[in-house]
Structures are given as C-alpha cells and as structure tokens.
C-alpha cells in the first residue's frame, strides 16, 4: 500500500494506492493553514482513511527539496523524511517539489484534461520532446519533463519562480521598481501568484496615489471588475506569458509549455483574449522557435501532481530529482 501527497501552500491532497498502477483511492484535501504541520494533517488523513497499513510513500512539496530535512516555502510546515518514514514503519519515502511531481504527472493526463490554447503552435508531439511546466498557484512553480527513452521521463526539480521580473513597458518598470522598494527582490512569483494578484493591485493603486483599503485578496482581484483589477490580470497574464516563453527558451522545450496551478484555469477565457500568448512567442530571432510549440492550460479536476507522486516510486531513485529514504 502507497501513500501518495501533494502539499501546496495553500492545499495539500492525498490519496492511497494498493500497488504500482492501481487507481488511487481515498482522495482527500485538506486546507494546509488549518494544521499546524505536516505530521497532524497526515494523521487527520490518515484516521479518516482508516489507518492502512503502509509500505510505501512519495510526497511532492511545495519548497526545495535537498536533503532530509524538508521546509515549506509558503507556509509553516517542515519534516525530516527519514524521521517521517520511520514513524509510518515505511520501506521507502521518496520527496521532491510539488512541481516536479506535477511534471512526472503530465504524461498521464488524459485530452478532456488539457485545454490548448487557440494560436499556440502544433511542434512535435510531447512524448517526443522536452516539455516545460508553469504554474501560478499560493507561489509559481517550474519544471520541466525530459524523455528518457524505454526509461519514461526526468523531471527537473528548481526555483524558476524566482527568477528576476523582466519589465517590458514603462507600467510594468515602474510596477518592477515598487516590487523591488518593498521586498529587495523583483521576482517573478511576487506577481505571478495568488500574493502576486495582491501585489499587483496595491502596486498599481499607489502608483496612481489612490491605495485601497483594505487592499482586495486574491480572490477579490480575480472577479473584479473594476478597471484596476482589469488592469491587474491583464499585467499578470502579459507576465506570465514573458516568463513561460522564457522558460521554453531556457529548456529548449520545442514539445511546448503547460500551465498548471490553481490561477489560470479560473480566468482561461480572459487569458485567451490577453496579450498572453503574444509575449510567450515575441522572442527577437527565436520567436519563430517558441511559436511552434504548443500551449496547454491543465484543467483536470483531481491533482496530477498525486499520479506523478506514484510515478516517483515506480522508477529508482534516479529518475526524479529529490530525495528517497529507505528502509
């Protein structure tokens, strides 16, 4: 019996799986600010699926994971992996970032699962090819998926969502130099990301001397319809499209880009009608290069993520960038 989660920062999901390609049972989500840590949300879910007998569990996290010890990135949770799998009595607990359990799930994905944007172009299929991942969600996760012949695939595990904001126009510079005022860094995730809405609205809103307060959340910024919030969204998804052709470019990832996170999907139609899609393929000399490959939004209800979880433990250790502790 397999253990299998995927912890963002705002959701963390579970699932139990009897053996190497059964369907997964037991789907859970539990909200991650109503546990104090890792250890009680899994024994809540454990409880509630009646506490199976383990032997073995991957995790996908949203943070880096290095060594043993494993510390959230967006919220308060932190673990020992071999302390974690000595206390279930495991054989094996395997861990990486959330976003590389998200990359090894993306082969698995079913055509009902992924919406292609309309104008991205039709390179060669993705099991061909490597394929770069995005996704706006509590923080902004990247990975990418590398095919490895008769061996399946190689997720890469790294910090793309901290990467240095380029700004373009001079809104989006002066939105940059407010970033970096207030935290040191202009970083991508500090706009592409539920706190990147917020930003952006409190941004421009001191820009133009007119703070709101309380400022709007996240939530709030994605269904207003005020001409700040409109402004907000188009800002994000212009960025967002300059930061997935950029990681495309970085990959080489002629197989295309998907766009996961809990974001996107909930403003598809506004990212389609956006200049999206025109900054993900305005490259200079390459954008003939980045606007032959296709663009996915993933809109599969169940986490992917939990699936390439399982996928971790079918390959040796060597086929996922994390860490595995075993017995």
């Not at 090819?129 to 990418?144: D, H, Q």
Request: aromatic fraction near 6%.
């Amino acid at each position: 019996m397999r253990l299998l989660a995927d912890i963002g920062g705002t959701h963390a999901r579970f699932a139990l799986q009897a053996a190497a390609g059964a369907p997964l049972t037991q789907v859970r989500t539990l909200v991650v600010a109503a546990y104090p840590s890792f250890q009680t949300a899994l024994h809540d879910y454990l409880t509630s699926a009646g506490q199976p007998v383990l032997q073995q569990a991957a995790i996908g996290i949203a943070c880096p994971v290095t060594g043993d010890v494993v510390a959230m990135t967006n919220a308060p949770w932190t673990f020992s992996i071999a302390a974690m799998r000595a206390d279930l009595g495991l054989e094996r607990l395997v861990a990486t970032n959330d976003f590389t359990a998200l990359a090894l799930g993306l082969p698995s994905l079913a055509a009902h699962e992924v919406h292609r944007l309309a104008g991205s172009g039709n390179g060669p299929h993705p099991a061909h090819a490597v394929c770069a991942l995005i996704g706006p969600g509590t923080g902004l996760g990247v990975s990418g998926l590398v095919p490895q012949g008769a061996q399946g695939w190689r997720a890469l595990s790294g910090l793309g969502g901290h990467v240095t904001l380029a700004a373009t126009t001079p809104r989006e510079w002066a939105v940059a130099q407010w970033l970096t005022a207030r935290f040191g860094h202009a970083s991508a995730e500090r706009v592409l990301s539920g706190q990147g809405l917020e930003n952006l609205h409190r941004a421009l809103a001191e820009l133009d001397g007119e703070p709101a307060t309380p400022a709007p959340s996240a939530a709030e910024v994605l269904a207003g319809d005020t001409a700040r919030c409109r402004e907000a969204r188009a800002l994000f998804c212009a960025w967002l499209g300059q930061v997935a052709g950029d990681l495309m470019l970085t990959l080489g990832a002629v197989g295309g880009v998907y766009v996961g996170g809990g974001i996107v999907p909930r403003m598809l139609a506004e990212l389609e009608q956006s200049t999206f899609l025109a900054r993900l393929q305005n490259k200079g000399r390459f954008s003939d290069y980045v606007a032959a490959a296709p663009v996915w939004v993933v809109t599969a209800a169940a986490s992917p993520a939990l699936l390439g979880a399982a996928r971790m433990l079918d390959q040796p250790s060597t086929g996922f960038a994390g860490v595995s502790s075993s017995s």
